[in-house]
Nanobody
């Protein structure tokens, strides 16, 4: 059974850092493009970053470029989102998701492209 489990969320002060993890079970994470999304209260779910199945090509939302980094571990079972210089507007529930239909060298920041979703982890940036 395919499953994604996020971890690493929490409360952090503005300017701080967190690293989110997305652990895949039932498949290796490089069998799918993996995306990170977030949803703040009253707002639509938005794409944050994604990584392709092959070559590790990445995409970032403009709002997080230069601050967030997506990566995949060598065993291909976990995808990380390193978040630096966090801002209060980064506060949201963060989800990872897997996309089986996109080309192997591509990924999408569109939520509708993704087939499997984790349960989410809360990130709160506040002083």
């Amino acid at each position: 059974q395919l499953q994604l489990v996020e971890s690493g969320g929490g409360l952090v002060q503005p300017g701080g850092s967190l690293r989110l993890s997305c652990a895949a079970s039932g498949f290796t994470s490089d069998a799918y493009a993996i995306g990170w999304f977030r949803q703040a209260p009253g707002k639509e779910r938005e794409g944050v970053s994604c990584i392709s199945r092959r070559l590790g090509r990445t995409m970032y939302a403009d709002s997080v470029k230069g601050r967030f980094t997506i990566s995949r571990d060598n065993a291909k079972t976990t995808v990380y989102l390193q978040m630096n210089s966090l801002k209060p507007e980064d506060t949201a529930v963060y989800y990872c998701a897997a996309d089986s239909s996109v080309g192997i060298f591509s990924c999408s920041n569109g939520p509708s492209e993704y087939d499997y979703w984790g349960q989410g982890t809360q990130v709160t940036v506040s002083s």
